[in-house]
């Protein structure tokens, strides 16, 4: 699902973010930067990413960076949250991640 104007579009990433969908959400997520200086990925209905949907995320970023554009991940999923912490790029991309009280609550149980 996307809203834009010219300025400014958002997309909500429906799928799970993975090898299978990778080709098809490279495309999407890439043309609809060519349409816009500024762009909001809504990634809370991720419940699955893989390393290919990483370097989906990833590509979109640089490509913005060099295009002069901004990027910024929302609503990130727990799968997204736990692949950027794996990784350690969360501070590359930039965005606050919010994490919600139950799950900080159950990681400090641990």
Same mark, same amino acid.
């Given at each position: ?12 990433? $429906? !799928?799970? %973010?993975?090898?299978? $969908?990778?080709? #098809? ?9 060519? $349409?816009?200086? !500024? ?6 209905? #991720?419940?699955? %990413? ?5 370097? #989906? ?22 799968? #997204? ?7 350690? %790029? ?21």
């Amino acid at each position: 699902m996307a809203k834009s104007d010219q300025a400014h579009s958002t997309i909500t990433v $429906n !799928e799970d %973010m993975t090898i299978y $969908n990778a080709a #098809v959400q490279k495309q999407m997520l890439l043309d609809a930067l060519a $349409n816009c200086e !500024e762009l909001d990925l809504d990634l809370s209905q #991720v419940a699955e %990413m893989d390393t290919a949907g990483f370097q #989906v995320l990833l590509l979109t970023k640089r490509e913005a960076i060099k295009a002069n554009k901004a990027v910024r991940l929302t609503a990130h999923s727990k799968a #997204v949250t736990e692949l950027l912490d794996l990784y350690n %790029m969360a501070s590359y991309f930039g965005d606050p991640m919010v994490i919600p009280a139950s799950e900080h609550a159950a990681g400090s149980r641990r």
